[in-house]
Nanobody, 115 residues
């Protein structure tokens, strides 16, 4: 079992930035993959950015060049820096990890981009 503490969502205007944080209750090195997904109203949950088990970082094409995923291993925390936000980035953002016992999701944090 993994517990999450997500934070950083909110309401911003187009072009502004936000940083999401996700702190884990377990040692970050126990995870195979860890990252962020999002789900907009009426749409399926989709990958935003992820650290993979093979050591690579995957980004959705829609956020490449604008979003950056990072990690602080000492704090068992990952971040999602979101720049140049667009209205289409509006969604609930979920932290996600996979490990030997399964896949786990955070509670989600709302990001709304609107003028």
């Amino acid at each position: 079992q993994v517990e999450f503490a997500e934070s950083g969502g909110g309401l911003v205007q187009p072009g502004e930035s936000l940083r999401l944080s996700c702190a884990f209750s377990r040692n970050i090195f126990k995870f195979y993959n860890m990252g962020w997904y999002r789900q907009a109203p009426g749409q399926q949950r989709a990958l935003v950015a992820m650290f993979t088990n093979s050591g690579t970082i995957d980004y959705s094409d829609s956020v490449k060049g604008r979003f950056t995923i990072s990690r602080d291993d000492a704090k068992n925390t990952i971040y999602l820096q979101m720049n140049a936000l667009k209205p289409e980035d509006t969604a609930v953002y979920y932290c996600n990890v996979s490990m030997w016992s399964g896949t786990y999701w955070g509670q989600g944090t709302q990001v709304t981009v609107s003028s």
